[in-house]
């Protein structure tokens, strides 16, 4: 067979590759068979170096398992083949094409690669999917889009996806790389497999595990498992995640990085899926990652910003505009609070001395430890930072006798710490008093007790 006189005709960069098969049914030693003028040029530039017929392809292109599949998959099995995917590692995006042709040889497969790589997406090359993909990628746009409960949005879509795969276990998974930690952001669990909620696995461990998978993905888009040949494969690259695949029973997976804007937020996977569909699955999933990133992104930007305005940032407690918000709603009725509770003000003794003596960070040590102490005896309510030194809960549900108990823990706790001195003020509801005369009652009592720390201690007063 002439390879450079076929290639020839081809204007656009363009190579033939030659895939071996061996006796056992496994495959490899995939070659650059021949390459007409334009990859050639291609190879002078980018490589520097000239292109040399029947070389390995891992000597000029970026050594990619799945793209090894796809060779496979077209040389010796006929199938016409189209992808259009980002390269991260190299900041580019690659449109290749895969055409079978006749082999002259005995378990030596060729096809014809012809690709385009760009610095920057083609919107109407990712949109040139086949109708059931782009059915499916739209599915999950809208109902993404349309949700006001975004977790159950995500929830729906998740198990569209695992459908799809036809699969065991589909997760996305949330990795934290600064603070090491990983969280099961939704999951849907084929009924009768037999698998536990991914939470079952999420031991300190597991990140250990996460980490490794960045590397196994390497310069291609994802990483995709589908028998025994890949598991091996698997096992030589990442012994690690292959012991673990290997514990929870897993015999195929496809596991796709979910970046945004340059950062990997997280990762998604389906297990043990229909291994038939595998070029489908992969065409689905690496569009159908990109919109759920982007929303992930958006979903955790404004979880930030709920934080940033209901938390206050030294103490960590819920701050002032939360405080107001919740007792104007149970002033309204809109919520409802549980009988008998109390209304409890501790303010801080001494902090402005210590913030003109020792500084403004001494004097933000002691709120937050005075915020730490709130938080560890009330254990069971929410505490607002309502000023600069002052703090406020309502604790639920609580007897008079429970509610002295946890004040006098309050003061003893606050004894042990340095420079925590509370002024506490306290008002028990049984029923029927409206929380915002319960509320002023409670901050009188506060100020009578402070009156009586600095009567009982004048060399601490401080103006």
């Known amino acids: 067979m002439d390879l450079d006189k076929l290639l020839s005709g081809y204007k656009t960069k363009t190579c033939i590759m030659s895939v071996e098969r061996f006796p056992d049914g496994k495959y490899g030693n995939i070659r650059i068979a021949a390459g007409n003028k334009a990859h050639c040029d291609d190879m002078l530039n980018v490589m520097h170096k000239a292109f040399v017929p029947d070389t390995p392809y891992q000597e000029y292109l970026p050594q990619d398992k799945n793209f090894e599949d796809f060779c496979y998959r077209c040389a010796f099995l006929g199938q016409p083949l189209h992808t259009y995917v980002s390269l991260p590692q190299m900041g580019l995006w690659l449109n290749m094409f895969l055409l079978p042709l006749e082999s002259d040889k005995e378990n030596t497969g060729y096809c014809v690669y012809s690709y385009e790589v760009t610095p920057h997406a083609d919107s109407e090359q990712r949109a040139s999917l086949s109708a059931s993909t782009s059915s499916a990628v739209l599915k999950t746009c809208i109902k993404l889009r349309g949700s006001d409960n975004i977790r159950q949005a995500f929830n729906e879509v998740i198990e569209d996806i695992r459908q799809i795969c036809d699969s065991d276990h589909c997760c996305v998974l949330l990795a934290d790389k600064a603070e090491r930690t990983c969280t099961s952001f939704c999951e849907a669990i084929k009924p009768g497999c037999g698998l536990l909620p991914m939470e079952t696995y999420l031991d300190d461990s597991f990140f250990d595990v996460c980490d490794t998978w960045d590397a196994t993905i390497g310069d291609s888009t994802c990483v995709i498992i589908k028998n025994e040949h890949d598991m091996e494969w698997l096992r030589v690259n990442n012994p690690v995640w292959q012991r673990s695949l290997e514990i929870a029973m897993v015999k195929s997976i496809v596991l796709f990085p979910l970046n945004y804007n340059g950062d990997t937020l997280g990762y998604m996977w389906a297990t043990n899926f229909n291994v038939d569909n595998t070029v489908k699955i992969k065409e689905t999933l690496e569009l159908t990652t990109f919109f759920i990133a982007s929303e992930i992104a958006n979903y955790q930007l404004m979880q930030k910003l709920e934080m940033l305005s209901s938390i206050d940032m030294l103490t960590r407690v819920k701050n002032r505009n939360i405080m107001n918000n919740v007792v104007d709603d149970i002033v309204s009725g809109k919520m409802k609070i549980k009988y008998p509770y109390a209304v409890v003000f501790a303010d801080l003794n001494g902090l402005k001395r210590v913030n003109d003596e020792k500084g403004h960070s001494a004097g933000d040590n002691i709120l937050k430890n005075a915020a730490s102490i709130l938080r560890e005896v009330f254990y069971d309510s929410e505490v607002y930072r309502a000023g600069g030194d002052e703090f406020m809960l309502i604790a639920e549900g609580i007897d008079e006798n429970a509610l002295e108990e946890r004040v006098k823990s309050l003061h003893e706790q ?50």
């Open 414 to 463: 606050a004894a042990a710490a340095k420079d925590v001195h509370f002024a506490v003020g306290t008002c028990f509801v049984k029923e029927g008093e409206d929380i915002r005369t319960a509320m002023r009652l409670a901050d009188e009592r506060m100020y009578t007790d402070k009156n009586e720390y600095y009567t009982r201690h004048p060399e601490r007063k401080y103006r």
